[in-house]
């Protein structure tokens, strides 16, 4: 027969490890929150450009229409990896000190790094998905050995560890691989997009 104390004691334990085992890979509520909201759009928006692309008949795919509709995808892409890439570029301007001369816009550059640090995740998810439609529009067109093919795969090729090493960001584990990573892709991405 337990005795009232061990009974509390047990309870106690019990509540620690359920504590423990409800522990998510985001802590932060609001940003787990967005970030989920964000992997739902990012897997919609990957199912409709797929059924897009499906739709397309397959002796069309190496038309110039066919050509446009998969960099709109690679356009919008850029667009959210300017948002992705905005919190590191106002980090820089802090951690040079090419801000500090200026109070009013020292304020507004923390305001914004907080804004970019937010949306920084959920903005690459979405990106990430129109990469991903981009890329596959791009191998259903065909692929040429040329500088703009060449740097586009090589980007997509250094893009796999990023998101991984973001994921591991969460809980310390990725030793900086996760910015090293991220500084390749975007050279190489900026190679693709603007060479």
């Not at 990430?128 to 703009?148: N, P, Q, T």
């Amino acid at each position: 027969m337990l005795s009232f104390q061990s009974y509390r004691v047990s309870q106690e334990v019990i509540l620690i490890m359920t504590r423990q085992a409800k522990q998510h890979w985001i802590s932060n509520k609001t940003e787990r929150a967005l970030v989920y909201t964000a992997l739902v759009l990012a897997i919609f928006i990957v199912f409709w450009g797929s059924w897009q692309l499906y739709q397309y008949p397959g002796d069309t795919t190496h038309t110039r229409a066919f050509k446009s509709v998969f960099k709109d995808y690679g356009s919008m892409a850029r667009l959210a990896l300017f948002v992705v890439l905005a919190h590191y570029a106002i980090l820089f301007l802090f951690e040079k000190g090419l801000v500090d001369r200026w109070n009013q816009v020292k304020q507004w550059l923390v305001k914004a790094s907080r804004l970019a640090r937010r949306w920084h995740t959920p903005a690459a998810l979405v990106a990430l998905s129109l990469i991903v439609l981009h890329v596959v529009g791009a191998f259903l067109y065909g692929i040429e050995l040329k500088f703009e093919n060449v740097s586009g795969i090589l980007a997509v090729c250094v893009l796999i560890p990023v998101p991984i090493s973001g994921l591991l960001r969460y809980r310390k584990l990725d030793k900086k691989w996760h910015m090293r990573s991220g500084i390749a892709f975007a050279v190489l991405f900026f190679l693709h997009a603007f060479l």
